[in-house]
């Protein structure tokens, strides 16, 4: 395994880089007051960055998908919230047509996911239904040319802005997880209904809302696959989404320590600086260990992937251990800077608030080390 960067991907990080303090970094702000990024996602799809890993010719920038894992990771580093919605925007939102969807639902949704004219946003977490996903109570039923859907989602990221909804409804419930099927959603079809937006700890520029279906009709067209087919297109994107939120967990954990050396080297106490006295020096050695171990885990599954190797495995490791590391390593930043570290004056317990989720959305911890050790 190659383990440098090579041109290309080289270019595509100090592109990501580059953006992600000219333009991302003033709107945090905005961002932090519950202001979803609207304007920095459409500069992002004039950068091609809605469409890293879609081939050309659904308007994509055709680039391998260790680009499209650099991108999370370097935007994460400096957003967590822009990470999440890029990594389900691409990921679960538009990964499930490219994947599964026929040559007209391809023509039809992809190019306009890959600009970023439209965003996607990926509906199979219920309220009763959320580890055991397969376990959804949503109803869809075949009515002539339409599938008539009943239910009710909970926690979407993107909810509400999105304009394609990858939505999973049971065809046949009484085949438990193989009777769940996937369909592509447009917002503004009837009976699509926005619920309440959920006020969270972290990630406060990024959208997570209820969604409701009342009889909605969905054109038989948007069937994903087969019917009962829907599970297996869940996990499948999944795996690869997986990888994803890893790369956030490593932005995440990275912004954190950055800032917590650059502090103990300037911040003196006993007559030097904190960062050569052992208490705070040993703490940013551990920091530093993990956050390499976490990019070795997650560079190495984003490698397998873009190889068409299978990577179930290694996608849930990386996850499993990046999520941990930017929890511990964030936490740890704030001790490094003490009482500032605990007031909103310094980043640190922004990272700290967004690090969290990343080991419960797509697939808790519990649940990775159920897919982990299915494999062994
Ligand atoms: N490709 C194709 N098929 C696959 C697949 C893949 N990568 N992975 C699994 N499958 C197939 C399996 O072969 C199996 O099919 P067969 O029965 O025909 O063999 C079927 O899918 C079911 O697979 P498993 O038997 O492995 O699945 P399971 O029922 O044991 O799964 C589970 C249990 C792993 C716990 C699963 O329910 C799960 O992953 N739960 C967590 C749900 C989750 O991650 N939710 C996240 C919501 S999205 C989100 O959070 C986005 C966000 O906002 C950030």
């Known amino acids: 395994m190659n383990l440098r960067f090579n041109e290309e991907q080289n270019m595509m990080r100090k592109m990501v880089r580059d953006f992600a303090q000219s333009e991302i970094a003033p709107f945090f702000e905005q961002m932090e007051a519950g202001v979803f990024p609207r304007p920095i996602l459409k500069k992002m799809g004039e950068l091609g960055l809605m469409g890293i890993p879609v081939p050309e010719q659904y308007g994509g920038s055709e680039m391998d998908y260790l680009s499209y894992i650099i991108a999370i990771h370097e935007i994460s580093k400096v957003s967590p919230t822009v990470g999440v919605i890029l990594s389900v925007h691409t990921s679960v939102g538009t990964n499930p047509i490219l994947n599964f969807g026929n040559e007209e639902q391809k023509q039809k949704y992809v190019p306009k996911l890959a600009s970023g004219d439209y965003l996607g946003a990926f509906c199979l977490t219920e309220a009763s239904a959320g580890s055991d996903a397969g376990s959804l109570k949503s109803r869809a039923v075949k009515e002539g040319d339409f599938y008539r859907i009943n239910g009710s989602k909970m926690f979407i990221t ?219």
Request: charged share 25%.
């Open 158 to 376: 993107n909810g509400g802005e999105a304009d394609v909804y990858i939505v999973f409804a049971s065809t046949h419930p009484e085949a438990g997880s193989k009777g769940v099927s996937a369909f592509i959603v447009e917002k503004g079809t009837p009976g699509l209904l926005f619920g309440k937006d959920e006020h969270k700890m972290g990630l406060l520029g990024s959208r997570t809302i209820e969604l409701t279906f009342e009889d909605m009709m969905v054109p038989a067209a948007n069937l994903l696959g087969k019917e009962g087919d829907g599970f297996k297109v869940a996990l499948a994107n999944l795996d690869a989404g997986r990888i994803g939120i890893a790369a956030q967990s490593l932005g995440i954990a990275e912004g954190a320590y950055e800032h917590a050396v650059q502090y103990a080297k300037n911040r003196k106490q006993f007559g030097k600086p904190i960062a050569v006295q052992q208490g705070i020096g040993f703490k940013l050695a551990d920091m530093a260990t993990a956050i390499e171990a976490s990019r070795l885990l997650v560079y190495q599954a984003a490698y397998l992937r873009s190889q068409g190797i299978n990577c179930k495995k290694e996608a849930s490791m990386a996850k499993l251990f990046a999520s941990r590391t930017a929890v511990e390593v964030s936490i740890e930043a704030v001790q490094v800077f003490g009482g500032y570290g605990y007031t909103k004056e310094y980043p640190v317990e922004r990272y700290f608030r967004d690090a969290k989720v990343t080991e419960i959305y797509e697939g808790t911890s519990e649940i990775q080390r159920i897919v982990i050790s299915k494999q062994l």
